[in-house]
Nanobody, 124 residues
Framework: QVQPVESGGGLVQAGGSLRLSCAAS????????MGWFRQAPGKEREFVAV????????YYGDSVKGRFAISRDNAKNTVYLQMNSLKPEDTAVYYC?????????????????WGQGTQVTVSS
């Protein structure tokens, strides 16, 4: 079992960068794939990125490819999301989730544990 806690959100101008962190309690952290999703007001939760338990595989949503990078440090029980070239349409609450394996990684229903989210606002 893990309990993710997100941090690092804030207000940034378009074109800027932010790095989100997700620190997860629990000794099983290194057994879980970790994903980032986001949800804007009135919209469904959208897949952003996922990283395998060993960090050997990463996948990204089409809207963030080439701009965002996911990484993890299993020694620190932490996963990161580096966000560059931010756009106003990236504005959302960003959530960190943990799941077993990578099957259906783009579907939020497959994740076992979620954090409370961190707000990212990109001004134009």
């Amino acid at each position: 079992q893990v309990q993710p806690v997100e941090s690092g959100g804030g207000l940034v101008q378009a074109g800027g960068s932010l790095r989100l962190s997700c620190a997860a309690s629990g000794r099983a952290f290194s057994s879980y794939a970790m994903g980032w999703f986001r949800q804007a007001p009135g919209k469904e939760r959208e897949f952003v990125a996922v990283i395998s338990a060993s960090a050997g595989s990463t996948y990204y949503g089409d809207s963030v490819k080439g701009r965002f990078a996911i990484s993890r440090d299993n020694a620190k029980n932490t996963v990161y999301l580096q966000m560059n070239s931010l756009k106003p349409e990236d504005t959302a609450v960003y959530y960190c989730g943990a799941k077993t394996g990578l099957r259906n990684y783009g579907n939020s229903f497959g994740y076992d544990y979620w954090g409370q989210g961190t707000q990212v606002t990109v001004s134009s």
